[in-house]
């Protein structure tokens, strides 16, 4: 294969890389799949590590798997998300790394060596796996990867009943799909999340052929329409940091889906200012409960 593989989207100062580089990130809808790269097969990588010490781990582990022996790696993450730990994580792999740090990162690099130590178990500690206490298949740095979240908990809690063609946004595992899909009213649901690792444990947890599986950036690249509802909790971080533009974005896309009089049910922190949003995209808002640090909202077209 050859080539430079680019997981994530790092800061080009700190990480210039070729245009023509393999994006193999699964928060980037479209990228191919690090774990899929051939062993040996790409001549240099950049990943932007993630914040999770597992998933970051794996990620790390999986791109030294398919860096060819005398390989470049140039790995960044920010300081206080993984990176005062990136120096030491590669060289427990048996690196030698020359790390500086700037803009709040640290950046490490390194040349990959012949011999290699601690890879599978890497791989294996961070590698989807069935749940025994959720039941479900799951994988680190998915969102709630190792339990069922308090918010989706109070949704679950107060979904009225729902009938016809709908989404869920953001769907992570599939545990809003799950309850939506017990009525035998649900025509079709579709399973939207911009992490492919959350879409291919979502199939495996929803296995019903009113199901359909997008992956996909809700703020833009899924093709929804005429919907009778949408079921979400969406996120408020990216890339670590807080961003309550992306609730606002989620509450747009499922207005400009629904059709008229359709309905959506969501779940948020109470601290998140979705009030006037919704008001804006919405004819009819009412708050349904509020407690335990969150809120859930039904709207109607």
């Known amino acids: 294969m050859g080539g430079h593989g680019l997981y994530g989207r790092p800061p080009r100062e700190l990480a210039p890389t070729p245009a023509d580089a393999v994006q193999v990130s699964p928060l980037i809808p479209g990228s191919q799949a690090l774990e899929d790269l051939s062993e040996g097969g790409l001549d240099a990588a950049t990943l932007l590590a993630p914040p999770g010490a597992a998933e970051r781990r794996y990620v790390l582990a999986q791109a030294l798997r398919a860096l060819k022996p005398g390989g470049d790696l140039l790995a960044l993450a920010p300081k206080d998300k993984g990176g005062s730990r990136l120096g030491k994580e590669l060289a427990a792999f048996g690196l030698e790394v020359a790390e500086s740090g700037r803009r709040h990162h640290r950046i490490c690099h390194a040349v990959r060596p012949a011999e290699l130590r601690g890879l599978d178990d890497a791989i294996?500690?961070?590698?989807?796996?069935?749940?025994?206490?959720?039941?479900?298949?799951?994988?680190?740095?998915?969102?709630?990867?190792?339990?069922?979240?308090?918010?989706?908990?109070?949704?679950?809690?107060?979904?009225?009943?729902?009938?016809?063609?709908?989404?869920?946004?953001?769907?992570?595992?599939?545990v809003l799909a799950r309850a939506v899909l017990a009525s035998k009213d649900i025509a079709e649901l579709a399973l939207v999340d911009i992490d492919r690792r959350a879409v291919d444990c979502a199939r495996r947890n929803v296995d019903d052929p009113r199901a359909r599986f997008l992956w996909a950036d809700v703020r833009g690249g899924a093709d929804l329409a005429d919907l009778d509802f949408v079921v979400m909790n969406p996120p408020f971080h990216d890339g670590g940091a807080e961003d309550r533009s992306l609730g606002a974005a989620f509450i747009a896309a499922a207005a400009r889906a629904l059709k008229p009089g359709g309905r959506l049910l969501m779940v948020a922190n109470l601290h998140l200012p979705y009030e006037a949003p919704l008001r804006e995209a919405f004819g009819k808002v009412a708050l349904l409960a509020e407690t335990g640090g969150y809120k859930v909202h039904e709207a109607r077209r």
């Open 124 to 174: 294996a500690a961070g590698a989807p796996r069935l749940s025994k206490t959720l039941g479900l298949w799951t994988q680190p740095g998915v969102f709630a990867w190792d339990r069922v979240d308090p918010g989706s908990a109070l949704l679950l809690d107060h979904l009225p009943p729902l009938e016809g063609r709908g989404a869920d946004l953001g769907c992570g595992l599939g």
